[in-house]
């Protein structure tokens, strides 16, 4: 046990050795179990693990239980308090602790903590063991938002998130805000709202604020008196000045800083926390423009569920990490909005690392319930806010249920709510009517019209487009796909061209599974430009030919460079690129004509090519591709005329996993051509054998699905090295390795 009787805050990680139980039974049954009644679990984990579609939502919809035993050092008895702390339950928890209903928490997307200072047992020994147990309800609870109508998403279930046992001294930081004022004047001020709690304690303590920067140095401290309550709390407001040298955060050089906030008793800490910050300034005006440090951005981005194949929400702080990764730097997307509900803390850390803006909203969907229904809603809102309102790639709270009706007291108060506890940031609310009141500061709409209509109001953010109107799969024929490119491409071209428009986020970067209700039937709504294993689709290849070509040159081609597989054959080639010029070499020989008078405001239009006719009659062969910048070739590819698949090319997001029993990253596989091209009509199951101290998750074997599919390694919690062996039925093998430390 890693628990010291020093001075300050301890904390007692829970995430490892949880025994699970897959039914409801009364709680003393939990208490009185033994760990070979359960199974044993790390978190964060999925109360059922699923096949990545064709499955019943209904199944993972249960009651479980989870039942972990830790120990307390003797010193902390009578002298510490005990907080046992969840980052995220789905769908309704109640914990218990030594017997004893510590509390209940109700809604799937938000952390919660509980005193467990009177329920816990201290010291070694067997009899001194504390034991928790929580049970989990995972049914779709009609009293819960998002719940209560039908839901265009699945949540999933279980202890998916971290926990963690909390002991600090009888005063304690109960929460810490930090914000800044004036930031683009040298006077800026770094302020932060502090909560002190006691809790027998009471007396003269010091809070101290001191901005560190990314190596760690101090670059400014502040510190005010405060007399802690013997029970209850006090609030201190502390300035810091002297920040003339501080560095913005922003999109293109995300400067962060940690603001460490300490609680001081006669010159000893007693406590401190620290929270990631940047400093900039953020606003959608009243002119329609949004304006990141006074800058206008245009805003570019994708919707994104925070689900997965098999593990549903389950994903440890590495895939999270990497899904950021993914929107950032392989789409090049400058906004995200966190649909429809509060994500991960690792997602959202990561956002604010790669300069990422984020749009992140309250659970919800369409359906408002009752009286007691909203109320649980705010509360959950509220939670969203105070565990977020120190990220700085968070730009706009959601505090409308996306799509709802209008409801005007609901929303008067959800507004009055996010704006006393986060004044420094504007509200919005989803809508998809243009006639609603608006009580928000930015109008957001869902613009599903396939077309982008003048604002009705300023600021106005469209926040969805395309989704169910074009439904599209990577196994879908071309044509289909390239329209699917086309449709993100008008409306992003055209919302760029109407600067009273904020900007455009799209429906949406990753399909993911859904109910019965909606989608293709096999519970996944085909709606990503990438698909549900983050493989991209054509349309992905838009967002990604806007990158800057100093960052990464881009070309990629929309199509498979296959004579027959249009009707009437080929008409076009479509290639997305941010170079200057396209060549076609071959037994094409051309240029690709830059798409401007069809997409003007773009900055980088795709490239058409029309020439297509003139092969027709003749052999088929090898096509290159040639991207030039100022008259130098930047970029070169390859399709081959002869699509038989080569090869079995698989690889890992990381080559590396902690050894924590939980951590996880992707194995991905497709069937290549021999210039490296997935073969999108190869199928074959691929079965993946591992040794070394890892699990593979997921369909083992796997099907291949447009040529593609992916697994995940997980840590097993042993250290090693592992390696995957890959085979597919067609006879093509691979092999991948991680280390796993
Ligand atoms: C919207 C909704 C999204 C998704 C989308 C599909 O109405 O807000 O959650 O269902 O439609 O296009």
């Not at 899904?323 to 730097?329: F, I």
């Not at 956002?351 to 649980?376: M, R, S, T, Y």
């Not at 998809?432 to 869902?446: A, H, M």
């Not at 599903?448 to 395309?466: C, G």
């Amino acid at each position: 046990m890693a628990v010291s009787a020093s001075i300050g805050r301890q904390i007692v990680d829970l995430n490892a050795d949880w025994v699970f139980f897959r039914k409801n039974m009364p709680a003393a049954r939990v208490f009185a179990a033994a760990a070979k009644d359960g199974e044993k679990v790390t978190i964060p984990h999925s109360s059922l693990l699923l096949p990545h579609h064709n499955f019943d939502e209904k199944s993972y919809q249960f009651v479980s239980w989870y039942r972990r035993e830790f120990e307390l050092p003797k010193t902390a008895e009578g002298r510490k308090k005990v907080f046992i702390e969840f980052d995220g339950v789905m769908l309704a928890a109640k914990v218990y602790v030594n017997g004893k209903l510590a509390g209940e928490h109700k809604g799937g997307y938000t952390p919660f903590a509980f005193d467990i200072t009177s329920l816990a047992r201290f010291g070694p020994g067997k009899g001194n063991r504390n034991v928790v147990a929580v049970q989990v309800d995972s049914r779709e609870r009609p009293d819960i938002a998002p719940f209560g109508g039908t839901v265009d998403y699945l949540a999933f279930g279980g202890l998916y998130r971290e926990a963690r046992v909390v002991l600090t001294e009888r005063a304690w930081i109960a929460d810490a805000f930090p914000f800044a004022t004036d930031v683009l004047s040298d006077g800026r001020t770094l302020r932060v709202k502090t909560t002190v709690a006691g809790d027998g304690a009471g007396g003269e303590f010091v809070v101290a604020a001191t901005l560190l920067d990314s190596r760690g140095r101090k670059a400014a401290r502040a510190e005010q008196a405060i007399e802690a309550p013997v029970k209850g709390e006090a609030h201190v407001e502390l300035a810091v000045d002297g920040l003339e040298k501080v560095e913005l955060w922003d999109i293109d050089r995300p400067t962060m800083y940690k603001v460490r906030v300490e609680l001081l008793e006669g010159g000893k800490t007693v406590d401190a926390v620290e929270k990631p910050f940047g400093f900039r300034e953020a606003r959608f005006d009243k002119d329609g423009r949004f304006r990141l440090n006074g800058r206008v951005v245009k805003l570019i981005g994708l919707d994104r569920h925070q689900t997965y194949p098999y593990i549903g929400c389950a994903a440890p702080a590495r895939l999270q990490r990497r899904d950021a990764e993914v929107l950032r730097e392989e789409l090049g997307l400058n906004i995200v909005r966190t649909s429809h509900y509060p994500q991960s803390v690792h997602f959202l850390d990561r956002c604010d690392e790669l300069g990422l803006l984020v749009f992140e909203e309250l659970p919800g969907w369409q359906h408002i319930g009752d009286a007691a229904w909203k109320a649980n809603a705010i509360e959950q809102m509220k939670e969203m806010i105070v565990r977020d309102r120190h990220h700085p790639s968070i730009v706009l709270w959601g505090v409308r249920i996306n799509e709802s009706q209008d409801d005007h007291d609901f929303y008067v108060e959800s507004n009055r709510v996010s704006r006393e506890l986060d004044p420094t940031r504007q509200t919005g609310g989803v809508r998809c009517f243009r006639e609603s009141e608006f009580l928000e500061d930015v109008f957001t709409f869902n613009e599903f019209s396939s077309n982008v209509r003048e604002p009705n109001h300023v600021p106005y953010l469209i926040t969805e487009f395309a989704g169910h109107t074009f439904p599209t799969k990577t196994f879908d024929r071309v044509e289909r796909q390239i329209e699917h490119a086309l449709l993100h491409t008008r409306i992003q071209d055209k919302q760029m061209g109407m600067p009273e428009i904020a900007g455009a986020i799209g429906w949406c970067a990753f399909d993911y599974n859904t109910h019965i209700d909606f989608g293709s039937g096999d519970r996944i709504c085909y709606h990503g430009v990438s698909d549900i294993f983050r493989f991209p689709k054509f349309a992905a290849y838009l967002y990604m030919s806007q990158k800057d070509p100093a960052k990464q040159v881009v070309m990629e081609l929309a199509d498979f460079w296959a004579r027959g597989d249009w009707n009437h054959c080929t008409k076009f080639l479509l290639i997305y690129s941010n170079c200057d010029e396209v060549l076609i070499n071959g037994q094409l020989n051309g240029r690709a004509e830059p798409m401007r008078d069809e997409f003007p405001n773009l900055a980088h239009p795709p490239f058409r090519f029309d020439k297509m006719k003139d092969v027709w009659g003749h052999g088929w062969n090898d096509l290159e591709l040639v991207g030039l910048i100022g008259g130098k070739v930047a970029i070169r590819k390859r399709w081959p005329a002869d699509k038989l698949p080569s090869k079995l090319a698989a690889w890992t997001d990381s080559k590396v996993l902690d050894a924590d029993g939980s951590d996880m990253t992707q194995l991905s596989f497709m069937m290549a051509d021999r210039f490296g091209n997935v073969c999108p009509y190869a199928t074959g199951a691929v079965t993946a054998k591992a040794s070394g101290p890892v699990r593979i998750i997921g369909e083992n074997p796997f099907a291949l699905v447009g040529g593609r599919g992916a697994l995940y390694v997980r840590s097993d919690g042993r250290k090693g090295a592992a390696s995957i062996e890959l085979t597919c039925t067609s006879g093509h093998k691979a092999q991948v390795k991680v280390k796993v430390g």
